[in-house]
């Protein structure tokens, strides 16, 4: 079912001279630039009751500007019953807790069974939204926090939001090696040069920061707090293997785990068989797109991540 937008707004006098696409932009800023700037080409806008299908003309003040668009759901994907942890949900956002093994988008290898196919049939409306709402992801194996927009103006003020650095985002780790002090990773990253599903650290990527601080110290590793300014993929995985500090259980960028000589032989089992990477988005805040309202969620920590800890914990005491 596609979603009808009507908007309707005169135009200020302070605008008189502005092209129409700007004028829009500023009248309904709920909707991206170039989103109405497609409505205008597709004749869904009129300038006191004419349809006007150039963004170039410019405006005089006081006109009464109507919009009535149609959105395009996309028929694409299907809506899956697949359970969500639900933090918080309301007309316009939701947040989830992801859980490992659960992948965030379809794509090549994983056609279903995501968090894509959930949202679909959680709030089927959601799929006038521009890929049902998602503006961040987590990799298949990170677990935590996610906000989705369920409305289009939820996703344009969202994504201003992520590229202005205006989310706050959240981490706890396990990394390799025992860190002696936080500090700040800046270092660009952009596709690998012959692994083409990995990431790299790379002169020519894209800018990347990420800030962490030591939670706690064991006896060859070290639990992490980590907080995201940009939003790469992968990103926190790269920029740990980058500082040889890999995540624990990393399959990509971590390598083999080795065994540390006077562990348990309940530690190396549990790190052999820890088969993902030891990383949980813990902590989001941000200002609701809407109602500007500051809200701020934390997720648990899961077993498998407080159970390595503990044996971390107990290798370091028996080994002092």
Known sequence: MNQAIQLSATVAIEQCDQRLDQTIAELFDEYSRSRLKEWILAGYVK????????????????????IDAVVEVEERHKAEDIPLDIVYEDDHILVINKPAGLVVHPGAGN?????????????????????????????KDTTGLMVVAKSIPAQTKLVAMIQKRHITREYEAIAIGQMTAGGKIEAPIGRHPTKRTHMAVDSEGK????????????????RLRLRLETGRTHQIRVHMSYMRHALLGDPVYGGRPKPIKGSSSELVAAMRDFKRQALHAIKLQLEHPITGELMRWQAPVPQDMLDMAELLRQDTLDNQ
């Open 111 to 139: 056609p279903s069974g995501t968090v894509l196919n959930a949202l679909l049939h959680h709030c089927p409306e959601i799929d006038s939204v521009p890929r049902a709402g998602i503006v961040h992801r987590l990799d």
């Open 207 to 222: 800018e990347a920061i990420t800030r962490y601080r030591i939670a706690e110290k064991f006896r060859a590793h070290t």
């Open 47 to 66: 300038v006191d009751g004419k349809v006007v299908t150039k963004a170039r003309v410019k405006v005089l003040g006081e006109e009464f500007i109507e």
